[in-house]
C-alpha cells in the first residue's frame, strides 16, 4: 500500500504559477511511476504528468511548456510546477502512483490510464480567476 498526500493547491490568477507537492508513504514506491491527474467540474478527470522512477517525464499536451513535473528523492516529495495557469486549469488536482507494470499504458498520462493506477491522494483544489 502508498499513501498520497497532496499539498499546494489555493486560488491563483490567470499567468501565476503554484506549485504542488505529493508525499508518499508507504512500500516499494521508490520505483512506482508517480503522475498528477485533475478533474474539472462536470468533465472527466485528465492526465496532467507523469514521471517514471528515472525521471523520465510525459506531458498532456494542454500543458506543455506550462507545466514541470519533478520529484526530489531527498526529501521524499512529488512535484507540479504550474506557471501561466489559466482558467481552463481549474480542477481538482491528483497525485497517484503505481507501478509501471501494471499501468495499462505503461508511465503515461495517455487517455484511460487513469483507471489502472491503484493509489490516490485526496486531491487539492487550484482555482484560476481570470
Known amino acids: 500500500q502508498v499513501q498520497l498526500v497532496e499539498s499546494g493547491g489555493g486560488p491563483v490568477q490567470a499567468g501565476g504559477s503554484l506549485r504542488l507537492s505529493c508525499a508518499p508513504s508507504g512500500d516499494n514506491y521508490n520505483r512506482y511511476c508517480m503522475a498528477w491527474f485533475r478533474q474539472a467540474p462536470g468533465k472527466a478527470r485528465e492526465g496532467v504528468a507523469a514521471?517514471?522512477?528515472?525521471?523520465?517525464?510525459d506531458y498532456a499536451d494542454s500543458v506543455k511548456g506550462r507545466f514541470t513535473i519533478s520529484k526530489d528523492v531527498a526529501k521524499n516529495t512529488l512535484y507540479l510546477q504550474m506557471n501561466s495557469l489559466k482558467p481552463d486549469d481549474t480542477a481538482l488536482y491528483y497525485c497517484?502512483?503505481?507501478?509501471?507494470?501494471?499501468?495499462?499504458?505503461?508511465?503515461?498520462?495517455?487517455?484511460?490510464?487513469?483507471?489502472?493506477?491503484?493509489?490516490w491522494g485526496q486531491g487539492t483544489q487550484v482555482t484560476v480567476s481570470s
Open positions: 497517484a502512483a503505481d507501478s509501471p507494470f501494471v499501468l495499462y499504458l505503461g508511465c503515461t498520462v495517455g487517455v484511460g490510464n487513469d483507471k489502472s493506477f491503484r493509489f
Open positions: 514521471i517514471d522512477s528515472d525521471g523520465g517525464a
